[in-house]
């Protein structure tokens, strides 16, 4: 079975945000509404401060709280992991943004019509996986099928694939990584490499 699992190598992110550029353009997104971003973080006391950059988006978590808490469903796991949002089912009272603990879920103030006023976010532009098969490509491997932000990711800071495959990169570096707010039990898809974790 499919899992798509996403890695970010803070050894290498540059902050330099062109992965969230990528992602409102090829996603339409809204001022204000950044599906992908990246986090300006200092760590250490003085003097051994560290600056560090960490991307941020859905988690796509296997336990997710804002499925848990929509009153309609339109907030669903697809197959493979994906956390996806059914616009036709979403009344946009905005649950799954407040249970969201990664603060990765909009009520979109979209001028597309058929977006506004409805739940969105990061769904690792499940639209290029879908084609996958069709197109007999890979993603993680093809640009075609692959999310916009690993695409544009000029340090190669961000890795994509399928967590089940043989010999799936992103599987190796999710075992030297963690996750955000693990405590939480959410079971997140998305990983981090840190500077303390060996070099792969």
Wanted: one cysteine or more.
């Amino acid at each position: 079975m499919t899992k798509w699992t996403m890695v970010a190598d803070l050894r290498r992110c540059i902050g330099c945000q062109t992965c969230t550029a990528a992602c409102r353009q090829a996603n339409d997104t809204p001022p204000g509404e950044r599906w992908r971003e990246v986090l300006d973080v200092e760590i250490g006391t003085y003097p051994s401060v560290q600056r560090v950059y960490v991307p941020v988006g859905c988690q796509q978590c296997a336990d997710a709280p804002c499925v848990d808490v929509c009153p309609t469903k339109a907030s669903f796991y697809r197959s493979d992991g994906i956390v996806a949002i059914d616009r036709d089912l979403c009344i946009g009272c905005g649950y799954c943004a407040v249970a969201c603990p990664y603060q990765a879920r909009f009520i979109t103030n979209s001028k597309d019509e058929a977006r506004h006023g409805v739940a969105t976010k990061c769904d690792f532009c499940s639209s290029r996986l879908d084609q996958a098969p069709v197109l007999g490509l890979v993603p993680g491997v093809d640009p075609e099928v692959t999310p916009a932000c690993v695409n544009s990711c000029i340090a190669g800071a961000l890795i994509f694939g399928d967590a089940e495959a043989p010999d799936s990169k992103v599987a190796d570096l999710a075992k030297k990584g963690f996750r955000l707010h693990e405590e939480l039990g959410t079971e997140t898809a998305f990983y981090y490499v840190s500077e303390d974790d060996p070099e792969d």
